[in-house]
């Protein structure tokens, strides 16, 4: 059996990411579907996903755009729930939403996690 081409295209699962609000750049290898996420130094410290930068390239130059990542504050009531991501601002987020220049929107849904406390009557 012959060795495998790891530069055959079609085997190349390589994928280049870069963040709009700051200077952050990967490269992933990947085959499966997936998003970088990283630690966003321009948006306060929040993990927040990458751009793919074939996605933006392709229609980039096009139209003169760039990707853009923004994240959603959560507007309702918060309580004391737990897990819950903050901005520096403090207030909760509860969503990033990634829009290339294609026109096609991206969302990373920050859910908190249940915790059951158990209680001695």
Do not use: S
């Not at 750049?25 to 321009?42: F, I, L, S």
């Not at 990458?50 to 933006?56: D, F």
């Not at 897990?83 to 969503?95: T, W």
């Amino acid at each position: 059996m012959p060795p495998k081409d790891k530069n055959v295209p079609i085997l190349n699962a390589r994928k280049d990411w870069d963040c709009p609000n700051c200077n952050a750049v990967d490269v992933t290898e990947e085959a499966r579907p997936h998003t970088r996420m990283h630690n966003c130094a321009g948006l306060g410290g929040l993990t927040l996903p990458m751009t793919e930068k074939a996605r933006v390239a392709e229609h980039g130059t096009m139209l003169r755009k760039k990707a853009k990542v923004t994240p959603v504050v959560r507007e309702d009531f918060v309580g004391k729930e737990k897990g819950l991501v903050y901005d520096e601002n403090n207030r909760p987020i509860m969503a990033a939403v990634t829009e290339y220049p294609d026109g096609t929107n991206d969302v990373a849904v920050f859910a908190p996690v249940v915790r059951v406390e158990m209680r001695q009557a």
